[in-house]
Each structure stands twice: as structure tokens, then as C-alpha cells.
T-cell receptor, first 113, second 113 residues
């Protein structure tokens, strides 16, 4: 069965530190990949997505992610985090032939000033 | 543009009562999803519809849960009878054709006493 793993459950950083959140998926076919963000008390919002083309994807608020097909990974990065990046981050995957989007368990990021 | 609209935003009820959660997807979107979010299990896909037809309901916990989509602009998720373990935030999301990108509602926070 298709699954998504996020190995970092809770990350604590100081402002200006660099961020990398891991995401691995188990499906071997063609997939679409997403990162969503959930700010405290809010709903999920799309951060960035990969469908095809350049495996390095730029998203909003300075985030980027790199799709490495050989590693089944889609890690999220940001060179310098801000206090306002405090949120929960979810990686999600769906197969190209279905709309079913499977989410990872999420990574809670806390950024301290 | 109006986003995905869910109601009620908060509901507190007693065990055994019927609960109905409502969702209005974004106009033009042809897929609709119901997710449940808890601290213990994260984001779980309960059911999704494509063109008002249920495609995958394998995530529906048990027969107490049912979902309908009578038309393209309305869906309900019903729990009857409700139990304390159903307490969670229930998110509805919709997706335009052939993108895989989900747009989430604000969620319905359910507390079953």
C-alpha cells in the first residue's frame, strides 16, 4: 500500500537557522508530490507541489523541495527560518492515476526568536 | 473567491447523538475529500468523491460513519451514534480536475462527551 513517511516529528530551531524536513514515499509508480503547511489553529494550505519537470521546486515564503526519484524522497528546505514559520508541515503523495492524496504524519516546527 | 466552506465550525455533543458535518466545495472542483485529524493518528482520509460518486471509502472507520454527496456543491459526513473517540477535527477538501491539489476548509472541531 502507498505510504508517506516523515521522520522528523518535532523540530526546534532558532531564527535564521536552516531547515530540512525529510519525506519518503513508498509507491514505485508515477506520483505527484506536495508539501502543505498548517499554522496553529488553521487549515492546511499548499506550500509547493511537484508534478513533473525540474525536480527542484520553489514554493511560497522561501521554501523549496527537491524530488529525488531514486531515493523516493521529497525533502523540504528553507535556508533561513523565521518565527512565523512555526507550524506543522505535511508531505503528501498521490498516484497520477488517482485523486487519492495520502499524507504523512506531519512535522511540528517550532522557531524561537 | 469563496473557498471550501464547512459547518459547523465547532460542535459539542453527547455520546449517542447524531452528528452531521457539512461541506460546500469550491465551484468547478470535481473531487471532494473528507479527512479526520487527531493528535494520535494525524490526518486520515475517510472518503473521497469524484463527480459526486464515492470512489474510495476504505478509510471510513465503521458503519457509524456515512457520507453523501447529493450534488456537486454539497456533501455531508454523518456519525450515528457518536462516541467520545470520534472527537477530532474533520476537514473537507476539494480539488479541481487533473491537478491533485487539494483546497481545504477551515475544519469542523467535534467534541463528543
Amino acid at each position: 500500500a502507498q505510504s508517506v513517511s516523515q521522520h522528523n516529528h518535532h523540530v526546534i530551531l532558532s531564527e535564521a537557522a536552516s531547515l530540512e524536513l525529510g519525506c519518503n514515499y513508498s509507491y514505485g509508480g508515477t506520483v505527484n508530490l506536495f508539501w502543505y503547511v498548517q499554522y496553529p489553529g488553521q487549515h492546511l494550505q499548499l506550500l509547493l507541489k511537484y508534478f513533473s519537470g525540474d525536480p527542484l521546486v520553489k514554493g511560497i515564503k522561501g521554501f523549496e523541495a527537491e524530488f529525488i526519484k531514486s531515493k523516493f524522497s521529497f525533502n523540504l528546505r528553507k535556508p533561513s527560518v523565521q518565527w512565523s514559520d512555526t507550524a506543522e508541515y505535511f508531505c503528501a503523495v498521490n498516484r497520477r492515476d488517482t485523486d487519492k492524496l495520502i499524507f504523512g504524519t506531519g512535522t511540528r516546527l517550532q522557531v524561537f526568536p | 473567491d469563496a473557498g471550501v466552506i464547512q459547518s459547523p465550525r465547532h460542535e459539542v455533543t453527547e455520546m449517542g447523538q447524531e452528528v452531521t458535518l457539512r461541506c460546500k466545495p469550491i465551484s468547478g472542483h470535481n473531487s471532494l475529500f473528507w479527512y479526520r485529524q487527531t493528535m494520535m493518528r494525524g490526518l486520515e482520509l475517510l472518503i473521497y468523491f469524484n463527480n459526486n460518486v464515492p470512489i474510495d471509502d476504505s478509510g471510513m472507520p465503521e458503519d457509524r460513519f456515512s457520507a453523501k454527496m447529493p450534488n456537486a456543491s454539497f456533501s455531508t459526513l454523518k456519525i450515528q451514534p457518536s462516541e467520545p473517540r470520534d472527537s477530532a477535527v474533520y476537514f473537507c477538501a476539494s480539488s479541481p480536475p487533473a491537478t491533485g491539489e487539494l483546497f481545504f476548509g477551515e475544519g469542523s472541531r467535534l467534541t463528543v462527551l
